[in-house]
């Protein structure tokens, strides 16, 4: 749990002679919980009543712009007090979306200075297994031009569910994508191996990041063996398909994720003497694969701010 301390000040002699509003930047999906702690007023003796709301980050409520999103905490507090806690929240949005919390004089002209700290108690979500929308697996003909594409969803919905609507991936957050695949066995007798390029599309369809490279179950040894056509071709793609990418604000700038979605898309690359082998049972995780018996692996999300 991170702990977040915003001092706010509102009435006689502040830049806010009513109201003040502090901003949460939180991954989504993170536990929330505000409280309001070591609230004075200036003069001493003074009493001010006060209207604290705490708004739910929305698609909209970005930085400090845009529309609030909805109330979902409100009391009557009168100051000076030592605390005031709120219950635990979520939101489906975080970074760069806001958690915003107003404190509000209920007179016009408050009786004296009003300040304190607004705290945030923030429990950030662990990392999300990541599936491929559609079948389980998939398939790749021996064509070189061949492209095929899934949407990235949770692959456990719980606490990610919009209503209505399939579970969706929100705000920034860093992705670890992983693959495995083999070759069709009633094309080839003898165990074969493929070379293909994995990447990872932003919601508006363009690469973000992307690996050519061997399938998650073929040993290092046998990446090392496999000769190229040419002294040194097969040299950039001597690896198992295994990287990053840390969504930036920019990524989904003006996207509605609950309609656009991070996607995966595999192609074959022309390297290898097996480069026109069909491929079967492409993934993202090893599932029931008996290839990974001894070890298995997934692709995930993991929500952050950066």
């Not at 749990?1 to 001092?7: A, S």
Request: charged residues 25%; proline residues 9%; contains cysteine.
């Amino acid at each position: 749990m991170t702990t977040v301390l915003k001092p706010f000040e509102l009435g006689p002699g502040t830049p806010f002679p009513r109201s003040r509003m502090r901003t949460l930047y939180a991954p989504a999906r993170s536990i929330v919980r505000v409280s309001l702690r070591d609230v004075s007023v200036e003069p001493s003796g003074s009493r001010v009543p006060l209207l604290v709301q705490v708004m739910l980050a929305t698609g909209d409520s970005r930085g400090v712009t845009g529309p609030d999103g909805p109330v979902v905490r409100e009391e009557d507090v009168t100051a000076p007090f030592d605390k005031v806690s709120f219950d635990l929240f979520r939101s489906d949005f975080g970074c760069p979306s806001t958690t915003r919390v107003r404190v509000r004089a209920r007179d016009s002209q408050p009786a004296g200075k009003v300040s304190g700290s607004i705290r945030f108690d923030v429990t950030p979500p662990g990392p999300v297994k990541l599936k491929m929308a559609g079948s389980d697996t998939l398939s790749l003909d021996g064509d070189e031009d061949s492209v095929e594409t899934r949407d990235l969803l949770p692959a456990d919905p719980t606490g990610v569910q919009v209503s209505g609507l399939e579970p969706v991936i929100f705000g920034t957050g860093r992705f670890r994508i992983r693959a495995k695949w083999h070759a069709d066995p009633f094309v080839v007798i003898i165990p074969a191996f493929r070379v293909l390029k994995v990447s990872l599309r932003r919601p508006n369809g363009t690469i973000a990041a992307e690996e050519s490279g061997f399938s998650q179950h073929v040993s290092v040894d046998d990446i090392n063996s496999i000769p190229g056509l040419e002294p040194g071709e097969m040299e950039p793609f001597r690896r198992r398909v295994d990287f990053s990418y840390t969504v930036r604000p920019e990524d989904i700038q003006d996207v509605d994720q609950n309609f656009s979605f991070w996607k995966v898309s595999v192609r074959g690359v022309p390297v290898g003497l097996e480069q026109a082998l069909p491929v079967i049972n492409f993934d993202i995780d090893s599932g029931l694969d008996p290839a990974f018996l001894f070890g298995g692996f997934s692709s995930t999300f993991e929500a952050g701010c950066s």
